[in-house]
């Protein structure tokens, strides 16, 4: 999927990876996707209520070696 | 103000103690939902973390300035962060210590009666979880029952007055939490008892406990009668201690029994259930002392945090046992049933030795409530 911006959040506990997801998709147009890849488990199910809450979509969630990425559309 | 943190023991005891305290949980919705702390006299709100990071203010109203706020989340880096910001807007707030990680983790360990020739019994209460096990102790020797990961914690607490962990039993094959049983067993070199039939495919070696067998703790007349239970599981195994304890394993609690369908075998086990609690268990001592191996409620908890009641007490109000209608019963505990545990699959296969999940995988694997039970 092609991804506007990428931000590399591995190695970060909650509550970092949100907080720099968010300040990343400021930074975006609407309509633009963020990927973001993470190693924290729990920023699963808050990435999905906080994209939800915001407005953002998101469009897709993977997980290759550890990693989970997510791709998300602003709103 | 200034930011305070607090230990989940800290917790516990507020929480034994019936102390009314406010919690603002800040992990996400359908997290909150599915678990919490739980107590007497708590007041919640759930904010996530994330609708905070613009700022406080909007639910600087809803907190409480007359009683205790202690902020959580998952790890406790949410609730550090959600913490001070709160302090710097003139709040006076703790965090607690490791979040609900370590709040699944703790296990306050309460003494609950002497034994006849001067050993003790111990039950571990994992409040965060609901889950017991127990320590059975009598001149300088122990027995374990269903303990759980947290292995030095028994170690620690056998060392500290004074025993040596020589048997360790599982009442069944757990589905809700990992057993700590075969570990603390290779540690201590004791012996590891599980049920035969609940065991057929575990990778490693134990002694089967068979139906009327006994086991000697010390030197004293302490014995350990295993009594054949099944429904929760179709080895489950119960345990009459010192003629006056009954560890019910999963297959009955204070005020819910025991589900039959974590094996995935509900209708099979159902009548083995109905057999062991209608059956099984009225032919013993109605003077007999239960000690489940978990809770689901505050409610089942005694005024020192212990959770026991009489045999004869619970036939007359445990809802589960007074079900004269086989039918009825059948649908009770095979209709209905509440989610499983998490990762329950997992969890069976990590007991029975056929996968080695890392300290962090265990932790994820065992979040949540037991859901061991129904009422």
Redesign the interface.
């Known amino acids: 999927m092609e991804a506007t911006k990428v931000l590399d959040a591995t190695g970060l506990?909650?509550?970092?990876p949100?907080?720099k997801t968010?300040k990343a998709i400021s930074e975006l147009e609407s309509g633009q996707v963020l990927e973001v890849h993470t190693t924290d488990?729990?920023a699963k199910?808050?990435l999905s209520?906080?994209a939800k809450?915001g407005g953002h979509e998101l469009l897709k969630h993977a997980e290759e070696n550890n990693v989970l990425k997510f791709w998300i559309k602003k709103g | 103000m200034s930011v305070s943190v607090i230990t989940s023991k800290e917790v516990t005891n507020k929480i034994f103690n019936k102390e009314k305290f406010f919690i603002l949980d800040v992990r996400?919705?359908?997290?909150f939902q599915d678990w919490k702390i739980e107590g007497d006299n708590l007041e919640y709100l759930n904010i996530?973390?994330?609708?905070l990071?613009d700022g406080v203010e909007e639910i600087l109203e809803k907190i409480p300035t007359d009683k205790e706020v202690l902020v959580v989340?998952?790890?406790e880096?949410?609730s550090i962060?959600v913490a001070e910001m709160l302090s710097e807007a003139g709040l006076t707030v703790s965090y607690l210590k490791g979040g609900m990680k370590a709040w699944s983790e703790h296990l306050e360990p309460v003494k609950v009666d002497d034994l006849k020739d001067g050993g003790a019994i111990y039950q571990f209460v994992r409040i965060g979880k609901g889950c017991l096990s127990y320590m059975v102790v009598s001149n300088g020797e122990a027995a374990l029952f269903d303990a759980t990961r947290m292995t030095d914690i028994y170690l620690d607490f056998a060392t500290s007055i004074g025993a040596k962990i020589t048997h360790v039993f599982d009442t069944h094959l757990h589905a809700d939490h990992i057993s700590g049983g075969r570990l603390i067993a290779e540690k201590t070199k004791a012996t590891y008892w599980l049920p035969p039939k609940d065991a057929t495919e575990v990778t490693f070696e134990y002694r089967p406990l068979e139906d009327n067998h006994n086991v000697m703790i010390g030197n004293t007349t302490i014995n350990i009668h295993a009594l054949y239970s099944p429904g929760h599981t179709i080895g489950s195994t119960s345990f009459v201690v010192d003629r006056k304890f009954l560890l019910s394993g999963d297959i009955l609690f204070i005020d819910s029994i025991g589900r039959p369908d974590l094996a995935g075998k509900a209708e099979d086990w159902v009548d083995d259930l109905r057999e062991t609690l209608y059956k099984r268990y009225r032919e013993l001592s109605e003077d007999l002392i239960v000690l489940p191996a978990h809770f689901m409620i505050m409610d089942e908890l005694n005024e020192d945090g212990s959770v026991s009641e009489k045999l004869g007490t619970l036939f007359a109000k445990n809802h589960g046992l007074n079900i004269e209608d086989e039918t009825e019963f059948r649908k009770l505990v095979t209709e209905n049933l509440p989610p499983q545990p998490n990762a329950y699959q997992q969890i069976r296969e990590t007991n029975m030795g056929k996968i080695n999940p890392d300290i962090e995988e265990q932790r994820?694997m065992e979040i949540g409530p037991n859901r061991c039970a129904v009422r």
């Open positions: 506990a909650c509550p970092m949100i907080v968010k488990k729990g199910n808050d209520a906080w809450s | 996400n919705e359908s997290d996530p973390y994330f609708e990071l989340c998952a790890k880096g949410s962060m994820e």
